[in-house]
Structures are given as C-alpha cells and as structure tokens.
C-alpha cells in the first residue's frame, strides 16, 4: 500500500485583497474559491502567481516547492497553505498620535495612566511620543512627563536615593552623579545621605561611618558622619569585637563624662547595636572591662561594687524612657553575670592584694621603700596571672626599667606578670 503524497505547499498573499478576512472561516471561503484556479497551473512555476479579481482586488500566490511537486495538479491534490501576507493592523494604537488622523503602533503604556486607570488602562505611546528618563525604564506619556520638584522645568532622571527611590525625577541642574558608577544620579538630599561628608573639618571624604554617641535618655545619636581615617573606635567590647564609632568631637569628650555618663553610653550605644543587629549579637561588656574603661576614661580605679552599682541605678530610671525597653532588657539580662562578676572579683581581688603586697616587701627589701610608697593596687587577673599596679607618671621610669627589665625581674621574682595600668 502506498503512502499519499504530500500536500503541495503554497503561500498567500492578501495585502491587495479589499474584502474583509475577519476570521478563519472568511479565509477557507477564500480559498475553496481559488483551489480550483490552481488546477490550471504548472506545478513546477517558480515564479508567482497574480489574480486578478476586479472590485475585489488581487491574490498572489507562489508554489514553495515547485521542483517537488507533482507533474500536474488535479482535484485530489491537497495543498498547505504555509503563510498569509496580510496588511498589518494596528492593535495598539499611539493616543498622542490619534488627533492628528495618523494610527501608529504604540508600544509603551503611560505607567501613571496604568496608577489612575487601572492595569492596561493607560495612555499607548509611539517611540516619538513616549518619555523614558534615565535612571529607570519608566515609561509615561507626554502630560504625565515630571517636573523637577525643585525648580518646574523638566525632568531628566530619576533619583535612585533613599528619600526618592525612582519616583521622583528631577532636571540637570538638580543631578548629581554617583561617584563611582555613571549610570546613576541623585538629588542634592539623596546624595549627601548616600554619601555624607566627613564631619571633620577640611577633609572632603565620605562619611561613612555613623557617630554612635547616644545624646539623650530618648535615644537619639549624634548626627555627625566620619571617614575611616578621623573614626574613633571605644572598644567597650573587647579587642575583637568592633567598638563603638566616635567622631573626634565625642572621642575627645570622653575624659569628661561623669561615671553615670560612661555607664549610659556603654548601655544606651548596646541597647542601639541590638536593635539594629548591625554588628552582631549586642551584649553589656562584664564588669571587670568596665572597670578598666573608667580607669582608662576617667583615671580612677573603683571597687567593683561601686560599678555594679552604676548600673543598678540605671536600671531603677530606665523604664518609662524612648528606648529604655531595650536598655531595661540588656540590664536585665546584665544583672546575674555581674553579680558572678562581684563574687569573683572578691576572691580574685583578695589574691592579687597578696601578691602586691609581697611586691612591696620585695621593693623595700631592695632599698626602693620610697618607689613602693608610690604606687597603688589596681587589678588581678588569675587567668593571665597578671598583677596590675597604678604608677605615677613621674616615678613610671624607675619602676618599668630600660625596655621593661625592671618590671619583668619584679614579675619573675613573683611569679607574676606585672603590668602597669594605662592611665
């Protein structure tokens, strides 16, 4: 049994045709009428095929593969139509372009006709029409065209800053550009919070650091922005943790807060850094740390209690402030491990004032009974076995030796390593 052979294919076009083809049955009309028309050509002509059809315009049609067809058409052959060349019809239609008697396709949509009209309700716009702004593929009609917010005349890009966020577009002469990638601009606003200036004077450098000094028990910070090189970092948390951004203003302050004044900073920057959980989980530095701040910061050395009682009453007027909540919690949670802080400081404490005893003994016993009266108990740390002892400055020379020998010999001969506390 043989196989059929293969339907002959053709192609049609109707661009010269002036009845209507509205739909596919208007098309099977057309072309029971001219199959019969092909009966009479010669299945290997290459070339195509007019009719003429009067009133009704003309068809062309064209044999696509004549070296394949059959020898002669006849009325069981089937054929494929494979293509139709129609007049194109504009679907979408520019509206600008509409009073003018002109139908041109309109590709673009008018987004803030979409916004008050609804999804495909907008404005359709022609490539001469259509307004495109840098900055974002946003798409809108000429009465919809922004206008620069700061001075009327029309816009030229979107603003991609923070306060703008693309819906806000502006002129030239309100564009500032990004430093490093020209493909983006911001307003004057957005700028200079993308890329503050450094707050110290004469040195033109983003500040991208934030002071985090808290002003006030309602939790607002300081404004100023620093560059890397004039941050100062208070390392309240240790050295391998980041320490609190100063800007030279509030790092040169430090040495005149007040005790309570430390405490809050320490507590309120914390309860700030937890909120934010930008620098990773925020926690209260132990009391022995804090200890050694205030010696740092104000040049006394406290009794443990005494700190532990800073914080005690923070805690009592934490409540009932903006931001005390998270102060209060940090407090809160603060409390037990200064509390075993406390117990452990006793006994610690009771060893070092031991061994700086004995270190008295030794020096008095060396003829040194003067230095000895110079100097004071600050700390002991059991767990580096180290001694912390308070030297005057004046007398700081006698005591440390040539590049440390004098203390190192002290500390062998105790069996410590002695330190001298960093006023």
């Known amino acids: ?73 006849g009325p069981g052959t089937e054929f494929a139509v494979r293509g139709i060349l129609e007049t194109p019809r504009v679907r979408y239609a520019c509206g600008p372009c509409a009073p003018s008697g002109t139908r041109v396709y309109g590709p673009f949509q008018c987004h803030a006709c979409n916004e008050e009209k609804g999804k495909d309700g907008g404005t359709r716009l022609c490539d001469r029409h259509v307004v495109i702004l840098e900055g974002a593929f946003r798409t809108v009609c000429p009465d919809h065209a922004p206008a620069c917010p700061a001075c009327g005349r029309p816009g030229v890009f979107w603003c991609d800053g923070g306060r703008c966020r693309n819906r806000r577009a502006w002129c030239a002469a309100h564009r500032v550009p990004h430093p490093g990638d020209a493909r983006t601009s911001y307003c004057r606003d957005c700028f200079d919070d993308r890329f503050p200036s450094c707050v110290a004077p004469r040195c033109g450098q983003t500040g991208y650091l934030r002071c985090e000094h808290v002003r006030s028990a309602g939790g607002e910070t300081c404004p100023h922005r620093v560059c890397a090189a004039h941050a100062g970092r208070w390392q309240i948390y240790g050295p391998h943790r980041r320490g609190l951004v100063l800007c030279p203003t509030h790092l040169a302050g430090l040495r005149g807060m007040s005790r309570e004044d430390v405490v809050f900073q320490i507590v309120a920057a914390t309860a700030l850094r937890r909120r934010s959980r930008a620098a990773g989980p925020a926690l209260l530095p132990r009391l022995s740390v804090v200890r050694h701040i205030l010696i740092h910061v104000r040049d006394e050395a406290l009794d443990m209690g005494v700190v532990d009682a800073l914080f005690t009453r923070l805690r009592a007027t934490a409540d009932g402030t903006r931001g005390g909540a998270e102060m209060a919690t940090l407090l809160d949670a603060h409390a037990r491990v200064r509390e075993q802080d406390l117990d452990a400081f006793r006994g610690d404490q009771e060893l070092g004032r031991r061994h700086y005893e004995a270190l008295l003994r030794m020096l008095t016993a060396d003829g040194r009974g003067q230095l000895a009266e110079r100097l004071s108990f600050s700390d002991f740390r059991p767990k580096a076995n180290a001694l912390y002892v308070r030297v005057p400055p004046d007398v700081a020379g006698l005591f440390i030796g040539r590049g440390g020998s004098g203390v190192r010999d002290l500390g062998a001969r105790l069996g410590v390593t002695l330190k001298v506390e960093k006023r």
Do not use: C
């Not at 009309?29 to 003429?52: G, N, T, Y």
């Open 1 to 73: 049994m043989t196989s059929p052979p293969p339907p002959v294919p053709v192609s049609l076009d109707v661009r010269e045709y002036r009845e209507p083809l509205p739909d596919a049955d208007s098309y099977l009309a057309l072309w029971q009428w001219i199959e019969p028309h092909l009966l009479r050509v010669d299945p290997r002509e290459d070339r195509s095929l007019r009719l003429d059809l009067g009133d009704r315009g003309a068809l062309t049609l064209r044999l696509l593969d004549p070296a394949g067809n059959p020898d002669a058409f």
